[in-house]
């Protein structure tokens, strides 16, 4: 009779074990998938803001290069040029949250909300398919 308890205690000791390590793992794995979405995220917002950058410092210079030959004055044309990006500057410092922190701050919260939907129809779909096999069980019963 001790054998069969001290059995039954080392057996059901291993299974909550494996469910421990088997639930970390789990979670490990939600972890990463989460971290990766997140990062692509961010590297593709990186990669359209130094494509931004780049495209901006060559209109940059174009734009330059043509106020100084409409003026014969290169030095006046890049000023002008410089002048033109301060007051871009400016605008977009004043108008920073409508521009820039609003749009990311949706962007993410609907990253969220998406992964949060997903979520939850893959519970109502697995709730779903329960109810149609306990019906069918009780069916052929």
């Not at 692509?40 to 410092?57: D, E, K, R, T, Y």
């Not at 609003?102 to 949060?116: A, G, T």
């Not at 939907?117 to 019963?141: G, S």
């Amino acid at each position: 009779m001790e054998d069969n308890f001290s059995n039954y205690f080392s057996e059901t000791g291993k299974v909550a074990k494996e469910y421990v390590e088997t639930r970390l793992d789990l979670i490990k794995l939600q972890a990463a998938g989460k971290l990766s979405r997140a990062l692509g995220l961010f590297f593709s917002l990186v990669m359209a803001f130094l494509l931004f950058f780049i495209v901006v410092v060559f209109l940059g210079m174009v734009l330059g290069f043509w106020i100084g030959e409409m003026t014969d004055s290169f030095t006046m044309g890049f000023v002008c040029a410089a002048g033109f990006f301060i007051f871009l500057l400016i605008l977009v410092l004043a108008f920073r949250k409508s521009l820039i922190q609003r749009p990311l701050s949706n962007l993410l919260v609907k990253e969220l909300v998406e992964e949060i939907q997903e979520k939850q129809e893959e519970k109502e779909r697995k709730k779903q398919e329960e109810r149609e096999d306990e019906k069918e069980y009780h069916e052929n019963i």
